[in-house]
């Protein structure tokens, strides 16, 4: 199969190549890293019917985290909370960086920043260009656990190619903070646009058939059985 492609476009001078999106598979969190894929004192065996399996056995929990690519944060954001504003200070040539919006903008969002009098976003420097009928969709980052947490949308890449702003709303919400450079703010999921209908269906004999193809094996048996590749380079 052919692979599509993505391009990242650099619309703003002054940002390092370094902090340059990456594919998430080059950046799966030291949580994840760090967890064993078994739990107890048996570490390389099976037991209780392999139930002792960790989340790092979870193969959906590995494809959320692998799906796509990061924007990073390009420069340090520091942020201070003086108990009634967030004060946002980024080294002294990415000042531009954070911007703000009126909270009204937002205000029956129910990520609406309680504690905030403007809507702060980040100025993503980078534009993304998807073949013709594909979107992205653009998420925070699944399973980790950040301290900006940005507003999720959809955009048409094949056609709108500029940096899209990233509005964010503090997940550690009336304290300082601190976010170094290079940390993934945005998850780029792309994605072909094709039209879908719904339906219900009373055949439990449907998901039946891979409940018992599932429960042949110990461990694995979604990846062997069902599971096929993902692949973001």
């Not at 037991?47 to 390009?74: E, M, Q, R, W």
Request: proline share 8%; hydrophobic share 35%.
């Amino acid at each position: 199969m052919k692979k599509k492609s993505i391009e990242f476009i650099k619309v703003h001078e002054g940002v390092s190549d370094y902090y340059a999106p990456k594919s998430s598979i080059q950046m799966l969190p030291e949580w994840f890293k760090k967890t064993k894929p078994y739990m107890g004192p048996d570490q390389d065996k099976i037991v209780n019917s392999g139930t002792n399996g960790t989340i790092k056995k979870c193969i959906p929990v590995l494809d959320s985290l692998s799906a796509g690519y990061f924007i990073v944060t390009h420069c340090d954001i520091s942020i201070k909370w003086d108990g009634i504003h967030y004060e946002f200070d980024l080294p002294v040539e990415n000042k531009g960086f954070i911007r703000h919006q009126p909270v009204e903008q937002i205000e029956l969002h129910p990520e609406n920043g309680r504690d905030l009098d403007v809507a702060p976003k980040y100025k993503n420097p980078w534009g993304i260009k998807t073949p013709k009928g594909y979107s992205c969709l653009i998420i925070p980052p699944m399973h980790r656990d950040n301290l900006i947490v940005i507003l999720p949308g959809i955009v048409d890449t094949d056609t709108y190619n500029d940096a899209v702003q990233l509005p964010f709303v503090m997940k550690n919400r009336e304290q300082d903070s601190f976010i170094p450079a290079g940390t993934p703010i945005a998850q780029i999921i792309p994605f072909k646009r094709e039209p879908w209908i719904s339906s219900t269906t009373s055949d439990f004999k449907i998901a039946l058939s891979s409940r018992t193809l599932r429960a042949s094996m110990f461990l694995s048996s979604y990846k062997n059985r069902f599971w096929s590749r993902k692949s973001y380079e």
